[in-house]
T-cell receptor, first 117, second 115 residues
């Protein structure tokens, strides 16, 4: 089944304790992205990647790191989480960042709810 | 300036009626894509419909259609014959080619379908 998977789905942690949220897709997609969703703010892009070893900052990259060593994986790293990073996080992927709808439509993972105490 | 503006935080519609969800966008890029996503209470993001900036015709997908008015920079979603299962949050989004293909989402509209 074609899908984007994220782990963990739920995470409670404490301030300053490094954590990684994994994201994997099995569709051979080039474009991968991380978003955070907060009430009243919609989704905001954190980082995105056009292909392996190519990453770019989105609107809210502060406090986050990413890497794209393999096409299928795009982990999100919080080196020193803070309470303002408590949020719902989504990973998404698309075949290509631009082109016909069939190529650039993003498919989302199920989301990761993070609580930083 | 906001790239995507959704001015309706909440909307109500009677079952079987049509409803329009508003979306305006701000870009100077001639090449862009516009998307609508649905987020039910279960939380997943479901793609609904896409419109490319060079598409001549309005996009349609089943009961969903996108009213694309390029000069007004609006991309309203029209849902015909509303069903109870349409109750959800709806997000408008845009991808700009010249910013390196960054995506921008609006703040969403919560739609409630009344029986």
């Amino acid at each position: 089944e074609a899908q984007v998977t994220q782990n963990p789905r739920y995470l409670i942690t404490v301030t300053g304790k490094k954590l990684t949220v994994t994201c994997s897709q099995n569709m051979n997609h080039e474009y991968m992205s991380w978003y955070r969703q907060d009430p009243g703010l919609g989704l905001r892009q954190i980082y995105y990647s056009m292909n392996v070893e190519v990453t770019d900052k989105g609107d809210v990259p502060e406090g986050y790191k990413v890497s794209r060593k393999e096409k299928r994986n795009f982990p999100l790293i919080l080196e020193s989480p803070s309470p303002n990073q408590t949020s719902l996080y989504f990973c998404a992927s698309s075949l290509s960042p631009a082109g016909p709808a069939s190529q650039e439509t993003q498919y989302f993972g199920p989301g990761t709810r993070l609580l930083v105490l | 300036a906001q790239k995507i503006t959704q001015t309706q935080p909440g909307m109500f519609v009677q079952e079987k009626e049509a409803v329009t969800l508003d979306c305006t966008y701000d870009t100077s890029d001639p090449s862009y894509g516009l998307f609508w996503y649905k987020q039910p209470s279960s939380g997943e993001m479901i793609f609904l419909i896409y419109q490319g900036s060079y598409d001549q015709q309005n996009a349609t997908e089943g009961r969903y259609s996108l009213n694309f008015q390029k000069a007004r920079k609006s991309a309203n979603l029209v849902i015909s014959a509303s069903q109870l299962g349409d109750s959800a949050m709806y997000f408008c989004a845009m991808r700009e080619a010249n910013t390196g293909n960054q995506f921008y989402f609006g703040t969403g509209t919560s739609l409630t379908v009344i029986p």
